[in-house]
C-alpha cells in the first residue's frame, strides 16, 4: 500500500486520542476550526483532527497531522514508546538515505480521479481556511508547491502561503532567501513564465521532507521518499512539464508570470504574532485542478504548533551537523516549542576539553538565521525537559564569563524585536546569544544528588502508598 495522507490518519486513529480525534458537528473555515485547534492545545491537547463537516464544502478536512513531537515519530515509523531523541536520529537515518521519485501510469494515480480545467476550475470547491481575525483572506497553507529550477533542470518542492485570490488564482509568497525566491527572481531575468504544481494532503513524512534545507542543486522529491522509506510515487501533470505526486489529495497546476507580482497579508504567523502584508509576490494562474473523488483537505493554523513542529527535524538536524563538526561529543540537539521550533535551540555535549561549551553553542548558533539563543548543557540534562535547561543555566551560568552576545548578525525579519542597521527600525537583524551552561572540563563542581540506583530500582510506590 502506498503512503498517503490516509494511511497515516489511519495509523494515528489506531492510537487514541492523544493522536487522533474526529469531529463531525458543522465547523466554519472561517476562524472556527482554528478556534477548535486552540482550545484543544489551551487543554494541552495535540492530536491530529479530522472534521467532516466543513459549512459550505463538500470535503472534510484534516489539521494539525504534525501537531506534537510525537506524530513526528509516527510519521518517521518511531515506536511511541521511543525516547524523543530517537526521533531525530530516524529522520538523520532516512535523509541520508533519499530515493528518487517512482512514475507511476496515470490511471494508478488516485489524484487523478477528478480534473478540472478551463471554467470547471474554482477554489471555492476546497474548504479553504480564513486562519485570523487580521489575516487579510483565506489561505492554503500546508501545500508544497513544486518548481523546476531553470538553469540546472532540478526540482524544488517546498511550503509558501498562497492566498486566495479569485476562483483560478493564488499568491505565492517566497522568502527571497528560500530557493523558491531564487528560482522566481531567475525566471524574471529570463522572462520566463514559471511553472508550477502545488499538491495539497500527503504522508506527513513527505510533507517534511519537502522543508529540507539541502542545497539547491539537492532535489527535496528524493528527500521525501528517503524519510516516507519509500520512492514518491509520481505521474504527469495534465498541462504544465512537471511530476504530481500520484498519492496526493488535490493537485493545483498553473504558472507564474515573473512580470506580473501581487500583494498578501497581513498574516498570523508562527511567532504567534501578525506578520505584515507583502507588496510584490508571485500571482499563480491556474490551468488544472485533480483530485481524489474523495479528497480531505490538508490545513494548517499557522499561529498552532504545528507551523513550528514542521521545521523543527531539519532545523535540528543542522544544528546537530554544525556542532558535530566542531564538538564531536554532542549528544542532543532540540529546538523547542517555546522557541517558536526556530529561534531557540539546546545542545547538549559530553565535555571533556575546557571551552568546548562555548565552542558548542557558537556552531549551534549559526545552523541557520532564525536561531537567536543557544543553550549547551552537559549530557546527563534531559534538553527535553526545560525545567532541568532553567536548573542547569540556574546552578552552572555565570553571565560575566559563560554568556556570549553577537549583536547585528543575520536574523529573522517576522521576528518581532528584530532590527535593521538603524538599531531603531525593524529589520532582517537580530542579537544572537549563546549560554554556555556546561560544567567545567577539569575543575571539581559540586556533586549532582540523585537516589542510590539500588533502592531505586527495588522501591515500587504503589507497595508504599495506602
Ligand atoms: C506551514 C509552513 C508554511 C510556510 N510558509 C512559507 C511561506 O509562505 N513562504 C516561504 O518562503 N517559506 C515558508 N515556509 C518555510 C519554507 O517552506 C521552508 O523554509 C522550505 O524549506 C523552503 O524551501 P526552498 O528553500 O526550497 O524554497 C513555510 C513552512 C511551513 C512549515
Not at 8 to 24: K, N
Not at 207 to 220: F, K, M, P, T, V
Amino acid at each position: 500500500m502506498n503512503m498517503d495522507l490516509r494511511s497515516f490518519l489511519g495509523e494515528a486513529r489506531q492510537l487514541g486520542p492523544e493522536y487522533f480525534v474526529s469531529i463531525s458537528k458543522p465547523v466554519d473555515p472561517v476562524l472556527e476550526t482554528c478556534v477548535i485547534q486552540q482550545k484543544l492545545a489551551a487543554e494541552g491537547r495535540y492530536p491530529a483532527i479530522r472534521m467532516e463537516n466543513i459549512k459550505g464544502a463538500e470535503l472534510p478536512l484534516a489539521t494539525s497531522i504534525l501537531g506534537s513531537y510525537s506524530l513526528l515519530g509516527l510519521a518517521l515509523g518511531v515506536d511511541p514508546g521511543e525516547p524523543k531523541s530517537a526521533i531525530l536520529q530516524r529522520f538523520r537515518d532516512r535523509a541520508a538515505k533519499p530515493l528518487e521519485p517512482q512514475s507511476v501510469p496515470r490511471d494508478k494515480a488516485p489524484v487523478k480521479q477528478v480534473v478540472l480545467t478551463g471554467d470547471d476550475i474554482d477554489l471555492a470547491k476546497l474548504p479553504i481556511v480564513h486562519h485570523a481575525e487580521q489575516d487579510s483572506g483565506k489561505y492554503i497553507t500546508v501545500g508544497v508547491l513544486i518548481l523546476r529550477d531553470p538553469d540546472s533542470g532540478v526540482l524544488n518542492a517546498g511550503m509558501y502561503r498562497h492566498e486566495v485570490k479569485g476562483k483560478d488564482k493564488l499568491g505565492c509568497m517566497f522568502n527571497p532567501a528560500h530557493h523558491a525566491g531564487y528560482i522566481y527572481r531567475r525566471c524574471q531575468e529570463l522572462n520566463k513564465r514559471m511553472e508550477a504544481v502545488l499538491f495539497i494532503g500527503h504522508h506527513p513524512a513527505a510533507l517534511i521532507g519537502a522543508l529540507g534545507e539541502g542545497s539547491i542543486d539537492s532535489c527535496e522529491l528524493d528527500l521525501m521518499g528517503g524519510l516516507m522509506g519509500e520512492a514518491l510515487a509520481v505521474t504527469d501533470a495534465e498541462t504544465v512539464d512537471l511530476p504530481v505526486p500520484a498519492f496526493a489529495e488535490i493537485v493545483i497546476e498553473g504558472y507564474l508570470d515573473p512580470a506580473e507580482e501581487t500583494a498578501d497579508g497581513p498574516f498570523a504567523e508562527f511567532t504567534g504574532y501578525y506578520g505584515p502584508a507583502k507588496e510584490d509576490i508571485g500571482l499563480m494562474h491556474i490551468t488544472a485542478m485533480t483530485m481524489r473523488s474523495d479528497a480531505i483537505y490538508h490545513d494548517l493554523d499557522p499561529a498552532h504548533q504545528e507551523h513550528n513542529l514542521a521545521n523543527a527535524l531539519s532545523l535540528e538536524s543542522a544544528v546537530y551537523d554544525s556542532v558535530r563538526r566542531l564538538v564531536p561529543s554532542i549528544t542532543a540537539a532540540y529546538v523547542p516549542v517555546s522557541g517558536s521550533c526556530r529561534f531557540i535551540t539546546y545542545v547538549s555535549i559530553k565535555k571533556s576539553v575546557a571551552g568546548q561549551g562555548k565552542s558548542a553553542g557558537l556552531a549551534a548558533i549559526t545552523a541557520n538565521p532564525n536561531l537567536k539563543i543557544a543553550v549547551v548543557v552537559d549530557d546527563d540534562i534531559d534538553i527535553y525537559d526545560e525545567q532541568r535547561i532553567l536548573w542547569a543555566i540556574a546552578t552552572t551560568f555565570e553571565a560575566d564569563q559563560d554568556l556570549v552576545i553577537i549583536p547585528g548578525a543575520m536574523g529573522s525579519h517576522l521576528n518581532p524585536s528584530s532590527y535593521g542597521e538603524i538599531r531603531t527600525q525593524h529589520g532582517p537583524m537580530n542579537t544572537k546569544m549563546v549560554i554556555d551552561a556546561t560544567r567545567p572540563a577539569t575543575l571539581p563542581f559540586e556533586e549532582r544528588i540523585r537516589p542510590p540506583k539500588d533502592i531505586w530500582d527495588r522501591i515500587n510506590l504503589a507497595d508504599y502508598i495506602d
